[in-house]
């Protein structure tokens, strides 16, 4: 057979055996799969490189008359049905006897689970055929929210639903680190779609799951429930100057800042550490997507310690010695004030206690300072104020060669 002339039909050559499948969703999963490659490969609004895609794709092949073509025709026209064209659509006078069952899905329950540190919630929709037959077994969407860096960072469609459903009701239930739970069904779809909207535009989507081949069918299913009569899930807006400043009272009278000896810091360059690291802190939380500066894990220690703090700030010395303390005491107190299990906070110590090692290294390499970073690095180690302008100035009259040496 001759290479396919163009993309649509290289996506008919894939789609060759689509009538001689077993079910209508071994149909929809393999048309979902066909543009997830589309989905990936857009630079920019995936969903809609997706949605044009299926209008060019069916104006393309409006003659096509194989059985297999007026079947991915119609396959896209029920996975993406606010694609141009996609309301035209008409069965084949070849369809298989499943085609019939198409998107005729029903969701028979819709859930939500994760984890207590609030990292990560999963929502996971049954669905089922009007026709089990035809239409083929009962499955589930599964869609993982990553709340550290606020998107829908995976979509998973698979069956059979009640064994995915009683697996993660099994995980949960052996595990007090999780929490499962009946969820609202518009909540359910307002959660994960804006969130999606979000990795929609990502310049690189993660690379782990199958996010690009899934996507498709579950927003096609995802469409099927019903809009949100509850108010939807907010993060809490940034702490105001005064709330800083309680918090951080609090924080310095807790028990947590006196098993750590922060309560017995005296020395005026020691102090100066102290609130520097603090204030460290709650810059970070309010760079996450949750700006809660209580909503503390393993993950965002790590995010803070071993990632954002190297990129955002210049550590003296005595800065990189007091800032695991301070972390590993926040940690505590977070948990309390959290009200999280004993096993959390041990957990989150342990954890940040094993990453010190590599914050100490990555301090000494600098490896991962931001350009600004660096050069208010070299600024300091070479004596010069950063908040003097006419110092900087100077510096950088006298260092001009070497910045364009640089360059």
Not at 75 to 89: K, N, S, T, Y
Not at 117 to 128: C, H
Not at 276 to 298: E, M, N, V, Y
Request: aromatic residues 6%; charged residues 25%.
């Amino acid at each position: 057979m001759a290479a396919p002339q163009n993309p649509y039909d290289a996506v008919l050559h894939a789609a060759r055996d689509v009538a001689k499948l077993d079910c209508a969703l071994d149909a929809e999963m393999l048309g979902a799969a066909l543009l997830g490659s589309v989905y990936s490969v857009a630079e920019t609004d995936r969903a809609g490189a997706v949605r044009s895609f299926v209008g060019q794709f069916l104006a393309a092949t409006t003659r096509r008359r194989t059985a297999a073509a007026t079947t991915i025709r119609e396959v896209f026209a029920i996975l993406v049905p606010d694609a141009e064209g996609a309301a035209e659509v008409r069965r084949g006078a070849q369809a298989p006897p499943w085609a019939e069952q198409l998107g005729r899905v029903r969701a028979t329950g819709c859930y939500a689970y994760g984890d207590i540190y609030g990292d990560q919630t999963s929502y996971l929709v049954t669905f089922a055929y009007d026709d089990l037959e035809e239409g083929g077994p009962e499955h589930a969407v599964v869609a993982l929210v990553d709340h550290n860096i606020g998107i829908t960072k995976d979509v998973f469609v698979g069956g059979p639903a009640d064994r995915i459903l009683g697996q993660v009701r099994e995980m949960c239930a052996s595990d007090e680190l999780t929490w499962f739970r009946e969820e609202d069904p518009g909540r359910l779809r307002t959660e994960v779609c804006r969130h999606l909207e979000l990795t929609d535009e990502l310049s690189d989507l993660p690379q782990e799951g199958n996010l690009a081949t899934d996507r498709a069918l579950a927003t096609a299913r995802l469409a099927l429930l019903p809009r949100s009569t509850v108010p939807p899930l907010t993060e809490p807006p940034e702490l105001s100057g005064p709330d800083r400043e309680r918090l951080l009272r609090d924080f310095l009278a807790s028990p947590e800042s006196a098993r750590f000896g922060l309560d017995a810091v005296a020395a005026d360059d020691e102090l100066a550490s102290l609130h520097f690291c603090l204030s460290l802190l709650l810059d970070h939380a309010a760079s996450l997507p949750d700006t809660d500066p209580l909503r503390w894990s393993p993950a965002v220690a790590g995010l803070f310690l071993l990632d954002w703090v190297h990129r955002r700030a210049v550590l003296d010395m005595d800065d990189a010695a007091m800032l695991p303390r301070v972390t590993r005491a926040w940690s505590a107190y977070a948990m309390r004030k959290k009200g999280l299990p004993e096993a959390a906070t041990e957990q989150t110590d342990t954890v940040v206690e094993e990453m010190i090692p590599e914050f100490a290294r990555l301090y000494a390499t600098g490896e991962k300072r931001s350009p600004a970073t660096a050069a208010v690095a070299q600024l300091i180690s070479e004596g010069v104020d950063p908040n003097d302008a006419e110092a900087i100035d100077a510096w950088i009259e006298t260092n001009r060669h070497r910045l364009t040496d640089d360059s």
